[in-house]
């Protein structure tokens, strides 16, 4: 019998292995969209008089981004007094919308107000209750078609800065006097809020009392929360954080100075603000509610997401001499901070395990997706997988697990990344409203995409004769009259014997052993590993 020679054909489809990552972790301060110290905007007289005309401009948005605070959010309040017994005008509206695509341009987000009044006075502090409905049918579409830079829109319309007490008005009950049928007003407004404002953008209420008058004090649940009711949409904002009298009218107290934390009222907000979002701002010193230890604690404890930059700016200077003020810019909203990742990869299947935290005061309120990008080092080419989980729930720690199929991917090597990009299709692809991971070495400026740090190999196709040392396959004895062994530190799952024809020939093989006593030519042997 002829000695038969092998030439040894390694496929190797895609390769088996596992790797573990551990990150590190980042005290950087830096922008994320949907977060943070948030400046502060108000239209002026010229706003309903002047074509084109706007109190933002690009550049300072842009100074706002890149100044110490990192700013991404702005608010904007729009004042409506040329407006109190007369639909808004078209010039008005027209600014609106520059205002809008000016935000857009800057990578910015805005919370909207609308409100009649910025002082007190004897006057009526707002249209009438069929004027505000008529404004809000105006404003619903201008609102709709930028929903994708809105954050929230704040209740106002009702009183002085839109802050539903002080109104002058017998239709709507004035200085906390309201009855049965001003509560059925006041929440006639709210319920054209909601109808005029997309369901991704929460509606934003000054006081508790308002929330729990009008739709009832069942606290939000898992369950409830994110849905289209008007107790899932209807979060706070606290224009007097850490004052007396309750945060004035924030939350009911039987006294000036009593402490409104683990009343009632402060419980079902900190409940809320889980789902919904958290803003305001300090309107005075109120030691020691104001000191910074306090600030930060009451910070967490309501869930906070956004905090004026602007006023009270005491405040701001009390918690910056007393070290505070790094800490409240790190973790306003969320601040997500990458632990470690396991990759294992079998075959085709890739098993993704990614650890985090949440280190901020709060949670994500709107849904966004959740990425895996993997791009291939020779082609640059990038494909995403869509991650199984809600990042409105990361909360504390967070384990992400799935398996992925990659049999789609051609050949190469990969990296991996974690993408979390903004949810409107219009800003998906813009690195500014992307999320950042709190991590040294991991974010990519230039691609809004988070480097995990992971090498993915697919598909690797090699040729080797046997007496190669180096390969980590070796088939011997070559010649040979009966059979060969063949030793792997590969997993094989499967032997293919070809001719020099290249056509495939019934093997028998018991373990690693293969017969091939029958064969009287040349032939090509091909395991294949997973």
Request: proline share 3%; aromatic share 12%.
């Amino acid at each position: 019998m002829k000695n038969i020679r092998f030439t040894l054909f390694i496929l190797c489809h895609s390769l088996y292995s596992q790797n573990t990552v551990n990150y590190t972790n980042s005290t950087e301060i830096f922008n994320n969209p949907e977060r943070g110290f948030q400046k502060y905007s108000i239209t002026n007289s010229s706003y309903g008089t002047t074509a084109n005309y706007s109190n933002i401009n690009v550049n300072e948005l842009n100074g706002w981004y890149s100044g110490t605070d990192k700013v991404t959010v702005i608010f904007r309040y729009f004042l409506l007094n040329d407006f109190l017994t007369t639909n808004i005008n078209q010039t008005y509206l027209n600014n609106i919308q520059l205002d809008f695509d000016r935000i857009r341009t800057a990578g910015f987000k805005c919370i909207i107000r609308f409100s009649y009044s910025n002082a007190q006075g004897a006057g009526a502090q707002q249209a009438n209750k069929t004027q505000i409905l008529a404004h809000l049918n105006q404003l619903a579409p201008i609102i709709n078609a930028n929903k994708d830079v809105m954050i929230s829109h704040q209740a106002g319309f009702i009183g002085t800065w839109g802050e539903w007490y002080y109104t002058n008005s017998t239709e709507f009950g004035t200085d906390g006097n309201i009855n049965a049928t001003q509560w059925l007003n006041r929440k006639e407004v709210v319920d054209a809020l909601l109808t005029a404002t997309p369901i991704s953008i929460p509606i934003q209420v000054r006081y508790v009392g308002i929330k729990k008058t009008m739709y009832g004090n069942t606290p939000l649940t898992p369950s409830t929360a994110y849905q289209n009711t008007a107790l899932a949409r209807i979060g706070f904002f606290n224009d007097a954080f850490l004052n007396d009298y309750g945060d004035q009218g924030t939350y009911e107290v039987n006294s000036q100075y009593q402490n409104p934390v683990g009343t009632p009222d402060y419980i079902y907000l900190s409940n809320e603000t889980k789902y919904l979002p958290m803003s305001g701002e300090t309107n005075g010193l109120n030691p020691p509610r104001t000191d910074g230890v306090n600030a930060v604690f009451e910070l967490e404890n309501t869930n906070w997401s956004f905090l004026n930059r602007d006023y009270f700016e005491q405040n701001i200077t009390n918690w910056t001499n007393s070290n505070h003020i790094n800490d409240i810019k790190r973790k306003l909203g969320y601040r997500f901070v990458l632990t470690n990742s396991t990759f294992d990869l079998q075959g085709t299947n890739l098993s993704v395990k990614i650890n985090l935290t949440n280190e901020g005061y709060a949670r994500v309120f709107k849904a966004r997706n959740v990425y895996l990008v993997l791009k291939n080092n020779t082609t640059s080419q990038q494909t995403s997988f869509l991650i199984n989980t809600d990042i409105r729930t990361w909360e504390n720690t967070i384990n992400l697990s799935q398996t992925i199929d990659l049999s789609s991917l051609p050949s190469g090597d990969y990296s991996s990344f974690l993408f979390l990009p903004d949810s409107e299709s219009t800003l998906s692809s813009d690195v500014k409203y992307a999320i950042r991971m709190a991590n040294n070495a991991v974010w990519e400026a230039s691609s809004g995409l988070n480097d995990l740090s992971q090498t993915v190999t697919l598909g690797s196709l090699n040729a080797t004769g046997f007496e190669n040392t180096e390969t980590t396959i070796s088939v011997y004895p070559n010649p040979t009259t009966s059979s060969i062994t063949i030793n792997s530190k590969e997993r094989i799952s499967t032997m293919q014997l070809y001719n020099h024809l290249g056509q495939k020939v019934f093997i028998k093989a018991s373990g690693n052993v293969i017969d091939v006593s029958f064969l009287q030519q040349e032939f090509i042997f091909a395991p294949r590993n997973k």
